[in-house]
């Protein structure tokens, strides 16, 4: 009696490796349907009915169907059979060990950076939202993180705010609301992973301020005179500050702020703060 061996390791998804004493063999499908092919180039597709003994076998190619074909020249279907085998072996470990990784909960490594190391916010000039990247590579990329999963750290809120703003693809960005004149670290942390801390400097700029005028106009007597006249003095009343107030909130804004549009309330300063209004951090009112 000659030795045998065979085996059969299934891979997933109706696939097997077949491993014999002289080929390797694949097959695909499940009960009722099979196709196998093996490194000798031998192709087999098997239909059936479960249950009923009832099925259809068709085998091709091979070794011995080459050489019928050949009409008694001699071929060989050794190279052929080997590429093959390289193949079939190449696609089973592939499979083994992504298999093997994903039950081991191997994952890609997360890295967790901001796009550049420092920013400015410079008030002067200033017309919109200052924008801050965050860039996230891992197991998932941005646009499939939910930006309450990344903690953002800023260690001087007082200078400056960071809100979430939107995401695309492997970015995350974030707003900076500045406050005042001063310098912010911030970090990002994202699946246990933490950023290097990035510097973020605040420069309010010089806030305009209302100066008042005071002409005074002298009237000097001739030298002959012995009674004075006492000199007339004009005092221009500077107008008054307008402030505008949104259709919600408890802030008043001067009309360079960005928050300002065409349905804010035009109001004195005075009554603004008489109503219980403050002013706004952005703009100073």
């Given at each position: 009696?000659?030795?045998?061996?065979?085996?059969?390791?299934?891979?997933?998804?109706?696939?097997?490796?077949?491993?014999?004493?002289?080929?390797?063999?694949?097959?695909v499908?499940?009960?009722?349907?099979?196709?196998?092919?093996?490194?000798?180039?031998?192709?087999?597709?098997?239909?059936?009915?479960?249950?009923?003994?009832?099925?259809?076998?068709?085998?091709?190619?091979g070794?011995?169907?080459?050489?019928?074909?050949?009409?008694?020249?001699k071929?060989?279907s050794?190279?052929?059979?080997?590429?093959?085998?390289?193949?079939?072996?190449?696609?089973?470990?592939?499979?083994?060990?992504?298999?093997?990784?994903?039950?081991?909960g191997?994952?890609?490594?997360?890295?967790?950076?901001?796009?550049?190391?420092?920013?400015?916010?410079?008030?002067?000039?200033?017309?919109?939202?200052?924008?801050?990247?965050?860039?996230i590579?891992?197991?998932?990329?941005?646009?499939?993180?939910?930006?309450?999963?990344?903690?953002?750290?800023?260690?001087?809120?007082?200078?400056?705010?960071?809100?979430?703003?939107?995401?695309?693809?492997?970015?995350?960005?974030?707003?900076?609301?500045?406050?005042?004149?001063?310098?912010?670290?911030?970090?990002?942390?994202?699946?246990?992973?933490?950023?290097?801390?990035i510097?973020i400097?605040?420069?309010?700029?010089?806030?305009?301020?209302?100066?008042?005028?005071?002409?005074?106009?002298?009237?000097?007597?001739?030298?002959?005179?012995?009674?004075?006249?006492?000199?007339?003095?004009?005092?221009?009343?500077?107008?008054?500050?307008?402030?505008?107030?949104t259709?919600?909130?408890?802030k008043?804004?001067?009309?360079?702020?960005?928050?300002?549009?065409?349905?804010?309330?035009?109001?004195?300063?005075?009554?603004?703060?008489?109503?219980?209004?403050?002013?706004?951090?952005?703009?100073?009112g």
């Open positions: 009696m000659g030795l045998r061996f065979r085996k059969s390791i299934k891979l997933g998804g109706g696939a097997k490796l077949n491993i014999g004493k002289k080929s390797v063999g694949l097959s499908g499940g009960k009722g349907a099979r196709y196998t092919v093996n490194s000798s180039g031998r192709r087999t597709k098997s239909v059936g009915i479960p249950g009923t003994g009832l099925s259809y076998v068709s085998t091709s190619g070794r011995k169907s080459s050489s019928r074909r050949s009409h008694g020249r071929t060989s050794t190279s052929k059979g080997g590429c093959l085998l390289v193949i079939i072996i190449f696609c089973a470990i592939s499979v083994i060990v992504v298999g093997i990784s994903r039950l081991l191997y994952k890609r490594p997360t890295t967790v950076e901001w796009q550049k190391n420092e920013y400015s916010v410079t008030m002067t000039g200033y017309d919109k939202d200052f924008e801050i990247d965050l860039k590579k891992g197991e998932k990329r941005a646009k499939d993180i939910d930006p309450k999963d990344v903690k953002i750290v800023n260690n001087n809120s007082d200078v400056c705010q960071i809100t979430y703003l939107k995401k695309s693809t492997y970015y995350i960005t974030y707003t900076v609301i500045p406050l005042k004149d001063g310098f912010a670290d911030v970090t990002a942390t994202y699946d246990g992973v933490t950023s290097d801390p510097t400097t605040v420069d309010m700029g010089e806030k305009a301020t209302t100066t008042t005028t005071t002409t005074t106009t002298t009237t000097a007597e001739p030298e002959t005179t012995t009674e004075a006249i006492p000199a007339t003095t004009t005092t221009h009343v500077p107008a008054e500050t307008i402030v505008y107030i259709a919600s909130g408890d008043y804004h001067n009309k360079s702020c960005r928050y300002y549009d065409d349905t804010c309330t035009p109001m004195t300063l005075q009554d603004a703060q008489n109503a219980g209004y403050e002013p706004c951090k952005v703009c100073g």
